[in-house]
T-cell receptor, first 114, second 113 residues
Framework: NAGVMQNPRHLVRRRGQEARLRCSPM?????VYWYRQLPEEGLKFMVY????????ESGMPKERFSAEFPKEGPSILRIQQVVRGDSAAYFC????????????FGSGTRLTVV | QQQVKQSPQSLIVQKGGISIINCAYE??????FPWYQQFPGKGPALLIA?????SEKKEGRFTISFNKSAKQFSLHIMDSQPGDSATYFC????????????FGPGTSLSVIP
């Protein structure tokens, strides 16, 4: 049973380009959460999704950031017109339908904007 | 109210010693308190968790102590080893409503031989 799969592991984008980060949850998990971790900082919640639904996007910047979790395929975190301040590690976590478990995190995508 | 506070920011402990990390929260609706361990370049991994109906939970060398009235909880690592060197995050969640996990800012632990 593969864990939470994130790709790519490393992504370099020039300022103004688009970044697409993908997350495939663990088998049987229907809840996906995205977090951002800046260097030497903690994990900041961005968005919580279930299949085809955004449940909580209170941590998403109002502009340039969007997320989706389609019926088929991975969850996508999309950052348009990236700026240097977007450079960070982006982690995806998933959890099953029941509430008796914590998250399982992926290994993250490290985005560098040059 | 959503914040989880954590101290110290960094901690150096001798091999065999006890590492203690403290956390506090404000939101009394939180009902699940996990601890995550993160090694450089890796994602956080669930280490141990507690619910407020118990005051202590022990798994191997790791113990969580929970004080519901003070809204504080702590992680104790007994017989600390160099392999325990990592960043530790306390966290809190309203589990019953599938709510997001709120993380503390983290503690960087170094265990020296």
């Amino acid at each position: 049973n593969a864990g939470v799969m994130q790709n790519p592991r490393h992504l370099v984008r020039r300022r103004g380009q688009e970044a697409r980060l993908r997350c495939s949850p663990m088998k049987g998990h229907s809840h996906v959460y995205w977090y951002r971790q800046l260097p030497e900082e903690g994990l900041k919640f961005m968005v919580y999704l279930q299949k085809e639904n955004i449940i909580d996007e209170s941590g998403m910047p109002k502009e340039r950031f969007s997320a989706e979790f389609p019926k088929e395929g991975p969850s996508i975190l999309r950052i348009q017109q990236v700026v240097r301040g977007d450079s960070a590690a982006y982690f995806c976590a998933s959890s099953p339908e029941t509430t008796n478990y914590g998250y399982t995190f992926g290994s993250g995508t490290r985005l560098t904007v040059v | 109210q959503q914040q989880v506070k954590q101290s110290p920011q960094s901690l150096i402990v001798q091999k065999g010693g006890i590492s203690i990390i403290n956390c506090a929260y404000e939101n009394t609706a939180f009902d699940y308190f996990p601890w995550y361990q993160q090694f450089p370049g890796k994602g956080p991994a669930l280490l141990i968790a507690i619910r407020p109906d118990v005051s202590e939970k022990k798994e191997g060398r790791f113990t969580i102590s929970f004080n519901k009235s003070a809204k504080q909880f702590s992680l104790h690592i007994m017989d600390s080893q160099p392999g325990d060197s990592a960043t530790y995050f306390c966290a809190a969640r309203r589990e019953t409503s599938y709510d997001k996990v709120i993380f503390g800012p983290g503690t960087s632990l170094s265990v020296i031989p």
